[in-house]
C-alpha cells in the first residue's frame, strides 16, 4: 500500500505562485514506474484531473492551467510536484495527489484571494 503526503498549500494574492509537492511512502513501492497525478476540488464542485505525469516524464495538463502549472517528478526523492504560477481566484481548491492505482493524499488548501 502506498502512503501519500500533500503539503505546500496556503492563502496566495492573484497572480502569485505556489509550489505543491506530495511525497509518495510504502513497503516493496518502486515509485518510479507509478504514473502521478493532482487533482483539485473546489467548493461545491467535482473533483478535477488537474495535471498527470508518466514514468517516463510526460505529462498533460487540463486546459485551464496550461501555460501556468508544470507538473514535475523526482523519483530519487518519491515527490511529485505542482509549480502553480500567475494564479486566479477561480484556481482555489483542495488539491490531491493520487497514484495511477488509485491511492490518494489527504489534501492541500489553495485559497486564491486578494
Known amino acids: 500500500q502506498v502512503q501519500l503526503v500533500e503539503s505546500g498549500g496556503g492563502l496566495v494574492q492573484p497572480g502569485g505562485s505556489l509550489r505543491l509537492s506530495c511525497v509518495a511512502s510504502?513497503?516493496?513501492?518502486?515509485?518510479?514506474?507509478?504514473?502521478m497525478e493532482w487533482h483539485r476540488q473546489a467548493p461545491g464542485k467535482q473533483r478535477e484531473l488537474v495535471a498527470r505525469?508518466?514514468?517516463?516524464?510526460?505529462?498533460s495538463y487540463v486546459d485551464s492551467v496550461k501555460g501556468r502549472f508544470t507538473i514535475s517528478r523526482d523519483n530519487a526523492k518519491n515527490t511529485v510536484s505542482l509549480q502553480m504560477n500567475r494564479l486566479k481566484p477561480e484556481d482555489t481548491a483542495v488539491y490531491y495527489c493520487?497514484?495511477?492505482?488509485?491511492?490518494w493524499g489527504q489534501g492541500t488548501q489553495v485559497t486564491v484571494s486578494s
Open positions: 505525469i508518466g514514468s517516463s516524464g510526460s505529462t
Open positions: 510504502g513497503s516493496r513501492f518502486s515509485f518510479s514506474i507509478y504514473l
Open positions: 493520487r497514484t495511477h492505482t488509485g491511492e
